[in-house]
């Protein structure tokens, strides 16, 4: 599967991004699918993931609230809703695809920055 993440962009602080990840192939609803990020300076965070129906998400704690994760399988994409964004949420997002128990898949990317 091929991943490409869409949707990052400036925005001020306690404003709202919508990002997007859409898969190639058909087998995109055998993938748990997976949010991360990587702020400046820092490690690659996990921020949420989805099960292969939608049905389950989990989320790191310190994002519940604020961010939702959710996937339409017709459009082969995942989606990362983010509300009342802060500077510290500033990092490239990456979705990716998990077959088992490891990310098999990567996107290239999207920058989001959050101005205060």
């Known amino acids: 599967v091929q991943l490409q993440a869409s949707g990052g962009g400036l925005v001020q602080a306690g404003g709202s991004l919508r990002l997007s990840c859409a898969a190639s192939g058909r087998t995109f609803s055998k993938y748990v699918m997976g949010w991360f990020r990587q702020a400046p300076g820092k490690e690659r965070e996990f921020v949420a993931h989805?099960?292969?129906?939608?049905?389950?998400?989990y989320y790191t704690d310190s994002l519940k609230g604020r961010f939702t994760i959710s996937r339409d399988n017709a459009k082969n994409t995942v989606y990362l809703q983010m509300n009342s964004l802060k500077p510290e949420d500033t990092a490239v997002y990456y979705c990716a695809a998990k077959w088992g128990s490891s990310y098999v898949a990567w996107g290239q990317g999207t920058l989001v920055t959050v101005s205060s």
């Open positions: 989805i099960s292969r129906s939608g049905g389950m998400t």
